[in-house]
């Protein structure tokens, strides 16, 4: 009887042990929240507002409604920048997640040696930084008669290419930056996958003698797709934000043939000093990896059943 | 007998095919390794000729000198040393915290604190660029690593991962026995909880830190000045000269590759599956 007095004589005083503790729990949480207060949603939320405004970063700002907006929707070169942006999503990440897939299968392989060879090799590429990748591909693909792609494209008779300037060689030369850089990533998720697929689903297979092509239809792929999603989520969304590779390859030109969503509102902030359009651009952007991540996980969920 | 014969010339075959398979995507993920190294050691009047240099030339030396002429390369590194390690402890520091109050501390709000960080994890980066420059700009932190470190410490997945981690690798009797013998709840995490974690503490370290060091949006923004640059920008500064060297562009990003992918190849397998396991996970 006593012991239970002095307990709740105890919880009576303010520092009780729940109290402790959910104070200590409150302090070891607190900077993440504090941080993302100050450099994350304070900044998301004064974006919108920017939206709204006229703005070069010194002056006053000015209210002018729906006009960034409408200034940067009337914009061909935003709708370059985003069609350019939806090009190179595909051209980057569907040959990457196949080839990542064909991979995969080619080290899960039993007939194989040397593995850890292959796999430190194929994903030495994605250690290289974003920057350097840009620079090494950026000199592979110079128009000039001696740049490498150039040559090699020589060697089966085309002639060499303006890859700087053209519609399509832009493209293909940052796409391929995309690729290389992420292919040896995408293959080791996918091994990662590969060899969470218990054996003995292969061998019911085989029992009910299942074909190569079978096995890879009834078992692989619908065991490998909650990773397939997320690859495809994972690429989509890197894709969209594509910056890096466009601003090194074409530099302060900005050229019209490789611009970005990205590098469109990073041209406009930050070269254009156009604030107000720029925090347009980004809320544009967010709702459109909104859209596009909402039909991601729609087909997901329509292919998942 | 037939049978078996052509099994084996069936299984020789797909062998060949996956070899030939994995062996030109190989090499294809390393010529670019190579190619940067022979540009880097070859004059730009062989690298600009056709046919070009194929094999690594002499200029090794002169063409690093013509890195260190253009841009601060020694202090760059550093700069992206100093940023991407502090960067890292700290984020290991509070994440691992965090992580430790949400696995194994009670407090009300829990859930729904978890799910918000959670959720930050959705917004896009670039959603906050402008007003974040102008933050920095507010603070005085222009050109200043400040600014590169403390929003790099917000890491809603390494708070996630600490979680999980802590959940299942901590027992709950051992904190609770700690508690019971008077330890406070920092030393239960001290003590108890960061012994066991260090294996996260790698896996997330090296997520952090090459994050950090390939960073190159914000740095570019909030970074103007040559003394602050992090080796990421002032790698821009070598091809953004009127007269294109290849050579001494190719010498700085190759000596600005090298460290990090012998620290790769030393570590290969704690890297591999630490880079992609965190994507596997969440």
Sequence with gaps: MEHVDSQSRKTR????????????????????????????????LFSFYLGFQKWDGLGEMEYVGLQNFEWI??????????SNTLIMWVLGTIPQLILGIILAYALNSALIKMKSIFRVSIFMPYVTSTVAVAIVFGVMFNSQDFGLMNIIIGWFGVDPLSWTTSEWGVKLAISTMVFWRWVGYNTIIYLAGLQGIPNELYEASDIDGA??????????????????????????????????????????????????????????????????????????????????????????????? | MSTQASMKTKNTMEKGFIYLILAVAAILSIFPFYWMFVMATNHNSVINSVPPAFIPGAELVANFKNVINTIDFFGAMWNS???????????????????????KLKFKGKNFLFIAILVTMMIPPQLGLIPQYIIVTKLDWLNDLKAIIFPGLIDAFGIFWMRQYISSNVPDELVDAAKIDGCTNFRVYWNIAIPVIIPAFATLAIIRFMYIWNDFLWPLVVLREES???????????????????????????WATVPLIIIFLLLNRLFISSLTEGAVKS
């Excluded at chain 1, 042990?17 to 304070?42: H, M, N, T, W």
């Excluded at chain 1, 925090?279 to 859209?291: D, G, K, M, Q, T």
Aim: positive net charge; contains cysteine.
């Design chain 1, 13 to 44: 005083k303010f520092w009780n042990e729940d109290r402790k503790e959910a104070f200590s729990a409150y302090l070891y949480v607190s900077p993440f929240f504090i941080l993302f207060a100050v450099f994350g949603l304070f900044p998301i």
């Design chain 1, 73 to 82: 929707l009337t914009d061909p070169i935003f709708w370059k920048s985003l």
């Design chain 1, 211 to 305: 074909t190569v092509r079978q096995k890879i239809q009834y078992v692989t792929i619908p065991m490998l797709r909650p990773i397939i999603i997320l690859t495809v989520f994972t690429s989509t969304i890197g894709a969209l934000q594509l910056f890096t590779e466009p601003l090194i390859y074409i530099g302060r030109s900005y050229r019209e043939e490789g611009i970005t969503v990205v590098l469109y509102l990073y041209r406009e902030a930050f070269a254009n000093l156009a604030f107000g359009p720029a925090s347009a651009a980004a809320i544009i952007l967010f709702v459109i990896i909104i859209i596009i991540s909402s039909i991601n996980v729609f087909v997901a969920n329509r292919i998942g059943r």
């Design chain 2, 81 to 103: 040393l100093l940023v991407s390690t502090i960067t890292t402890i700290g984020v290991l520091f509070l994440c691992s915290l965090a992580g430790f109050a949400f696995a």
């Design chain 2, 228 to 254: 602050s640059y992090t080796i990421q920008v002032a790698l821009r500064g070598l091809i953004d000269n009127y007269v294109r060297d290849n050579g001494m562009i190719m010498s700085g990003t190759f």
